[in-house]
């Protein structure tokens, strides 16, 4: 079951001439084979791979604050995809590869296992009616399987604005043996200096919501 629903967004010029012009570069074709990272990206750097992008100001940010890194975005709304290549053009950011993509799927079928250094998942669809709570995406399946592909000591960092999810995250990687909660506490965390501040973080903070970040390291 999907964590989404496709909205039909209209791309703007200049969204559908970056997809056309920097796509090739930094595009992921659709395909079933598994991605070679160090061909894919020329060179060895950790890979962090962003969950869920939208339209890609934090990737960018965190991109150009660590060149050192790579970044591996998965997104299925092709406006968001546009505005992330606009973005990467502008600034001359080279350390980000896009797929436009089932993010569960093409993890499955992709990225090879124990090769992550960090996966980013910020404000996800929470879903908040109780018969919709089946298609929220941090679930232990997909924990799992996020699990498989990060190496050991990586870190997976959550983020949301809805309370009922962030326990409902929180109760789920209680349930794993693949992670250690970072949190002194034992619940959430202080938000880390390398996570911007997103616009669907200000429109929850507006609206009154508390954001809540949560680190596990893989073990």
């Known amino acids: 079951m999907r964590s989404f ?5 209209r791309l703007t010029a200049g969204q559908s001439r970056a997809l056309r012009e920097f796509w090739p570069q930094f595009g992921i074709d659709k395909n079933e084979s598994l991605l070679d990272l160090r061909t894919l990206f020329g060179n060895d750097a950790p890979v962090i791979m962003e969950i869920g992008f939208g339209n890609g100001d934090a990737t960018w940010q965190m991109a150009q604050a660590c060149p050192d ?4 975005g ?6 968001g995809v546009g505005h992330l290549l606009l973005k990467m053009k502008e600034y001359g950011i080279t350390n980000i590869r896009i797929a ?3 993010a569960v799927e093409f993890i499955r079928a992709r990225v090879p ?7 980013r998942i910020y404000f996800p669809d929470p879903w908040p009616k109780k018969r919709h709570y089946k298609r929220r995406l941090i679930q232990p399946a997909f924990i799992k399987l996020l699990a498989s592909r990060m190496r050991l000591g990586a870190l997976l960092h959550l983020a949301t604005d809805w309370e009922a999810y962030a326990e409902h995250m929180l ?3 209680k349930s794993s ?3 250690v909660n970072l949190s002194p506490s034992g619940d959430f965390c202080e938000q880390p200096d390398w996570r911007p501040q997103t616009k ?6 507006c609206l009154g919501h508390r954001v809540r970040d949560l680190l596990f390291k893989k073990i």
Do not use: C, I, T
């Open 200 to 205: 669907y973080e200000k429109r929850g903070e």
């Open 113 to 119: 296992e124990e090769s992550l250094a960090g996966v």
């Open 5 to 9: 629903v496709l909205r039909g967004g």
């Open 74 to 79: 998965v997104e299925v709304h092709q406006p």
């Open 171 to 173: 109760e789920a990687m």
């Open 100 to 102: 436009n993509d089932d």
């Open 177 to 179: 043996n693949d992670f």
């Open 69 to 72: 890194e790579n970044y591996l």
